[in-house]
């Protein structure tokens, strides 16, 4: 057998063996190299640091430790000017007449009210120490919602605080006021009515964080706007339920207040959304 017949009959069992390497042309593995080595910069993951199960605990661990301390200090802060925050709370219950019906219900109301200043104003470092936790394992997209996540939410519960103290409460007073005004006179426990105002203020700032939940479904491609719209009915029917829920009144004013704000958030959710293109 000649030399040439045998680097024919090589020739031929390689390309029956690997029939892709023979026909496969320059090009096609250029694309095939270069589809394989795009990647997104945004997906990329910036400082990664590896670490242990037992690292991640241990960090988890230090920052749970400072958000309490920090709490702490808002806490012990709001009950040593907790009187001002207290006659700042009467204000929308228009000259009622305060009882303490059981001995020591002031200071236990006194406490009840620290605790949810202090845990208002302690909010902005916890947020902090839930970012430096979760941060690393970010990629530079998702860093990109950082910003503007943690300040809409902020915004969007201060303005859920004031809707509910400027807007909520005093209607919810006002019809527990007149209605009935000429058959009892109006003498309330102070501990109830706390109850009524510290609820209902924070019910309404968790409320009017609909639209950073959109904005985040929405960035993340989750659900588009387009899709958020189309379930306007099913959305009627759950703000009406939520303001129901979430006022601690039975009048209908305060939950009609309450449902169209949510319905507003909502739909201006959705604007957000489309704003994004998504």
């Not at 020739?11 to 990647?39: F, K, L």
């Not at 700042?88 to 219950?93: D, G, S, T």
């Not at 620290?114 to 845990?119: E, K, M, P, V």
């Not at 527990?176 to 000429?182: K, L």
Request: with cysteine; aromatic share 12%.
């Amino acid at each position: 057998m000649s030399p040439q017949n045998l680097d024919t009959e090589t020739q031929s069992d390689s390309q029956e063996q690997y029939p892709d390497v023979s026909t496969a042309t320059p090009a096609e593995i250029d694309v095939e190299v270069d589809s394989d080595s795009e990647a997104d910069p945004l997906d990329d993951l910036p400082g990664e640091v590896e670490m242990s199960f037992f690292d991640h605990l241990e960090e988890l661990r230090q920052r749970i430790f400072y958000a309490l301390i920090a709490v702490a200090v808002g806490i012990v802060g709001c009950f040593l000017y907790v009187r001002p925050i207290v006659q700042l709370l009467e204000v929308p219950a228009q000259g009622v007449k305060f009882l303490q019906l059981a001995p020591g219900e002031y200071f236990f109301v006194s406490l009840k009210v620290a605790a949810y200043s202090g845990l208002v104003l302690s909010t902005p470092f916890i947020l902090y120490q839930i970012i430096q936790f979760v941060l690393p394992g970010l990629t530079r997209r998702e860093r990109r919602l950082l910003g503007p996540v943690v300040l809409g939410s902020s915004v969007l519960f201060v303005a859920g605080l004031v809707f509910a103290y400027f807007l909520l409460i005093p209607a919810a007073l006002k019809f527990f006021i007149s209605y009935g005004a000429d058959v009892v006179e109006q003498l309330w426990s102070i501990e109830k009515y706390f109850e009524f105002v510290l609820l209902l203020l924070f019910s309404t700032g968790l409320a009017f964080q609909i639209p950073v939940i959109q904005l985040l479904l929405g960035a993340l491609g989750i659900v588009s706007s387009k899709q958020m719209f189309s379930g306007w009915r099913y959305v009627i029917m759950g703000a009406v339920v939520l303001g129901a829920v979430l006022t601690p009144s039975t009048d209908p004013l305060t939950q009609s207040l309450l449902a169209g704000a949510v319905l507003g958030l909502y739909f201006g959710g959705i604007g957000l959304v489309k704003v994004i293109g998504k």
